[in-house]
């Protein structure tokens, strides 16, 4: 296998030492390491799909990687699994200002796409915290969010146009430059499938304007049931801002004690970040109203960033919370769940009840104008009764969530760590229709097997042993 990927790629896009494994055997997520069979870095699409052919024709299982930055494992191959890398296709490939659609390889970093658009006044808008390393390739996987989804929608709304190289190495094109495709809208059940429908070697998306004028407000409270309470209500008066996002006090502390402090208060209980933006005198209208009411619910201080400088300075605390957290301990398992906005408050309690039972390091820093929760448990994964505690802890929370009218994940995905948690979302016959499906793209399940659904759990696995 090692030769015949070498001849296809060149020996040096080729890793099988097991010391160059070592980089591939995790992702984000600190809780699942496996060493992959081969690494292999395709260097253009045609590459890749001769990757993907020789794949099928041995009949191995594959896992695709971009950066590496998923939290749900979805990343990390089995030793029987070729991992196909994804890094050198990193090319920017058209910019189309006139029609804002951008065209680009999926090794793309995010936020290189953002800055190569500004000198055309246009921003790619889903801004995912690992923005400066991801891939919008992982994005599409993902289905990725970001603090400025809230008002403009996460991946799914911006991706227009797809090249797949399918499981058996067939390339395919999903959807149109327009955005407007006739037919079922095969882009959206691409985008969010987490690499078991094929690999995407070319993404068409959409650009924005740069908005006018923004106005980025912080406001610190005493409870976190006040902050919580003041995202519901600013929503609840027809506000949506472009980013409402939320960190407590043990996040604070870890932003202001490492490189990233940006000058939040670490003595409140929670701090809100709020981005409005738009037309300036619409900008200033809704900003007096949620200051209004941040103070109706009990901020103590509420300031809005004066200079570029200053917002660059708020955000940087807030996008690189989960680095800060890396002094807290060596481990830090980022979960991911969404509950309706109403059920902010009772939740945040809920996990909090569940930190001290427990005897945990949980930080929270979250999207908290789309509920989308991020309960952040700092560990050491060497100390086996430790580790134990976070898994137990963690499903807890989903459980909570989930009795809340929440779900499992907002956009972290499902890939390994949540798909023991599908049942409690999902009965047999639906996860059999997701299965159904993934067989539509992949027949034999050998495009990143073992993640998202729960074969164990379809009705036709419970029904049927033959069908095993
Ligand atoms: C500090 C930090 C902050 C984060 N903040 C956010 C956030 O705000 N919002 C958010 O949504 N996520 C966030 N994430 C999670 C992660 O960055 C995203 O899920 C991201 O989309 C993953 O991109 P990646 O390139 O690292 O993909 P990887 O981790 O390499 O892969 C993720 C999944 O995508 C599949 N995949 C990768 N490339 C392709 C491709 N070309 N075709 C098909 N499948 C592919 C893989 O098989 C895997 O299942 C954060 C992660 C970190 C570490």
Known sequence: MVDALGRIVGPRWVRHRRAELATYTMD???????????????????????????????????????????????????????????????????????????TLQPGVVNARLSEAVLPHGLHYVPDPSSQAACTVGGNVAENAGGPHCLKYGVTTNHVVELEVVLPDAAVIRLGSRQGEPWGPDLVGLFVGSEGMFGIATEIVVRLEPIPSSVRTMLADFSTVRGASEAVSAIIGAGI??????????????????????????????????????GGAD??????????????????????????????????????????????????LAVQDAVVPRSALPDIMDRIEEIRGRHHLAISNVFHAGD???????????????LADRVQVACREIMAACVAAGGSITGEHGVGSDKIDYMPLIFDGDTLSAMRAVRLAFDPDERANPGKVVPLHACREWRATPAAR
């Not at 395709?42 to 024709?57: F, K, N």
């Not at 900003?287 to 300075?313: F, H, M, N, Q």
């Not at 509920?371 to 009764?385: A, W």
């Open 28 to 102: 984000g997520l600190p809780t699942r390491e496996s060493y992959p069979g081969v690494v292999v870095m395709p260097g253009s699409t045609a590459e890749v799909r001769e990757v993907v052919r020789l794949m099928h024709l041995t009949g191995t299982p594959f896992v695709a990687r971009g950066a590496g930055t998923g939290l749900s494992g979805g990343a990390v191959a089995d030793p029987d699994a070729v991992l196909i890398a994804l890094t050198r296709l990193n090319r920017i490939l058209q910019v189309d200002p006139r029609r804002r659609r951008a």
């Open 240 to 277: 949506v801002p472009a980013a409402l996002e939320m960190m407590d006090q043990a996040c604070v502390e870890a932003v202001e004690a490492s490189i990233y402090a940006a000058g939040y208060p670490t003595d409140a209980a929670a701090v809100l970040l709020v981005e409005l933006d």
């Open 282 to 331: 619409a900008v200033e209208a809704e900003a007096t109203t949620v200051e209004t009411i941040l103070r109706a619910r009990g901020a103590r201080e509420v300031r809005s960033a004066s200079t570029p400088a200053d917002r660059a300075r708020l955000w940087q605390g807030r996008k690189k919370a989960f680095g800060a957290m890396g002094r807290i301990a060596p481990d």
């Open 371 to 385: 509920g989308n929760l991020h309960p952040n448990i700092s560990f050491d994964r060497r100390d086996p009764e």
